[in-house]
């Protein structure tokens, strides 16, 4: 058990980094450009000019018990660290159900929000008394939370965007690219409305919880959406939106976030970034769930929605530093993810829940072309609607079968986007 978990939090260490590494070994091309009107070049144009060195930014130094004090907006409840089964209890649901836990995975958070959908249009979709997210399973799950009425969201958030849509090829102090782009489209899909359609579901005893990766203590931090939520000002607004960019922030590819907090009176500020440096998704402290462990999980059926294939690829890469190192840290995160389902397999063995396990079939090979490529993104989620639609797209012996790597059930080629 202890080796798994060593390797999952190993493996997970390197998860986010994936993505853009691998991509920008096969578009090179600066995000910035994606955003520039295709005209037709007359003469070679300069770069943009580059942006002034910045200064490191200095915070006022915080000890570890100021941190383990620290309050956030003055909303009690509004978080807990992760792995500590006494601070985590006071987020629980007040009502029972399923639970639903949402992996990172970059550009396919396409095949999750298709899942979503297909499943409400077989109309056997539950309402999940706890839904978690990490990472670009952050950005899926207040809709997830909030059911089929939110779908055309979850459609529009993962159809209709690119790289352009989510950083710019620009050096910052603390990161490579820059994230500018992403906290404007978290901005315009995080609005008053959805915050009070929250703060209404939480009301009713339902918990959305997102969790992030606190870079000062290197512990994980779960958030509960719904109590900050609840709090209903544009102060809990700005908060809502950077824990959700916190989530998906790779640190040294994207800035961490910075989020104030007090402690008996003194004014602390906190660096949290990606949630999947500490695991891939997120259910209970691990105690709840590991042999030996004191405590029980507090539900009776778990779904994990895994936004990554679980076997994985056959590819030749080329001999060069990015080929290399993107395709070994490919191979690291779906170590991660085996890793941790297998982790929930000994949980609901020892304890009896049922485990319910959807992920990217390797049935759908649809060439990725870039960072967030469009056309590819549209192909998983269409992808993903048709699984939903399937009563096979979860199955409890779906877990151990993509463990062991075993094929898993056929499924349609998808078409090209027309």
């Not at 056997?124 to 706890?130: H, I, L, S």
């Not at 969201?153 to 820059?178: C, G, N, P, W, Y």
């Not at 462990?293 to 990015?322: A, E, H």
Request: aromatic letters at 8%; one cysteine or more; hydrophobic letters at 40%.
């Amino acid at each position: 058990m202890q080796t798994l978990r060593l390797l999952s939090r190993f493996a997970v260490a390197l998860t986010a980094c994936a993505l853009l590494t691998s991509s920008l070994s096969v578009d090179p091309t600066p995000a910035y450009a994606q955003t520039q009107s295709k005209k037709k070049k007359v003469t070679k144009k300069k770069p943009p000019p580059v942006a002034p060195k910045e200064e490191p930014a200095v915070r006022a130094p915080f000890t570890v018990a100021e941190s383990d004090a620290a309050v956030v907006l003055g909303i009690p409840n509004a978080r807990a660290w992760g792995d500590s089964e006494t601070e985590f209890a006071p987020l629980l649901p007040q009502v029972s159900g399923p639970w639903l836990a949402i992996s990172g995975g970059g550009a396919d958070g396409a095949f999750g929000a298709g899942l979503l959908s297909g499943w409400s249009q077989a109309g056997t979709r539950p309402e999940f008394a706890v839904v978690t997210g990490v990472s670009i399973g952050s950005l899926i799950a207040p809709f997830a939370f909030l059911g089929p009425k939110y779908d055309e969201e979850l459609h529009k958030s993962f159809t209709t965007i690119s790289a352009a849509d989510v950083f710019e090829d620009r050096l910052t102090r603390d990161s490579l690219f820059d994230y500018w782009p992403l906290r404007r489209a978290i901005a315009e899909r995080v609005t008053p409305k959805l915050l009070a359609d929250i703060a209404a579901e939480h009301k009713r005893g339902r918990r959305l919880l997102v969790a992030t990766t606190s870079l000062d203590t290197g512990r994980r931090a779960v958030w509960n959406m719904g109590a900050i939520a609840e709090r209903g000002d544009e102060t809990a607004l700005k908060l809502f939106r950077d824990i959700l960019l916190a989530s998906c922030s790779i640190p040294g590819f994207f800035s961490p976030v910075a989020i104030d907090v007090e402690a008996n009176g003194k004014k602390l500020e906190e660096m949290h970034g990606d949630g999947t440096l500490t695991a891939p998704f997120f259910v209970v402290p691990e105690s709840m769930i590991a042999p030996g462990g004191k405590g029980r999980p507090p539900f009776t059926q778990l779904y994990v929605l895994v936004n990554s294939k679980l076997v994985p690829d056959f590819k030749l890469p080329d001999r060069s530093i990015p080929e290399v190192l993107g395709r070994s840290i490919d191979v690291a995160l779906t170590s991660a993810l085996r890793a941790e389902i297998m982790l929930m397999n000994v949980g609901a063995g020892r304890h009896g829940f049922g485990l319910h396990v959807a992920h990217v079939d390797t049935a759908f090979n649809f060439p990725s072309r870039g960072p967030f490529d469009g056309r590819y993104m549209r192909a998983l989620f269409d992808f993903g609607v048709e699984q939903g639609k399937k009563s096979s797209a979860f199955e409890e012996a779906q877990a151990s079968r993509a463990v062991r790597g075993a094929a898993n059930p056929t499924f349609s080629e998808p078409t090209a986007p027309q």
